[in-house]
């Protein structure tokens, strides 16, 4: 009997031509990341930054009904995340930004 997995993973060629691709982004990325402002992505501070994505995931179902509001949490937490596992606290005060660009978004729309 045929592994059904088989039939629903990509073709090698497609995902060696996909990891070409995001080895370059990915290596923009690790060369813009640095430990800049690390105190913003320890203990304590760290907390008010999953604090923050916590309330933005809390009120996601909230922001479906307004237009492309969504986008900009997903973006939030992203940035929130990538800050944190990087210790860039410029990051984490660009996901700060993004946080409050969202709630400005949703008073503006709502």
Known sequence: MANPLNYLSPH????????????????WLDRMMKPRMAWLAKLPWNYVALLTCLAIAVTTPLMEFLPFVISIAAVAIGVFAAGILMRDGLVMLIGYALTAILVFASVQVA
Do not use: D, I
């Not at 090698?12 to 290596?27: A, D, E, I």
């Open 12 to 27: 090698p060629l497609k995902q060696q031509n996909l990891t070409r691709k995001c080895r370059s982004w990915v290596g």
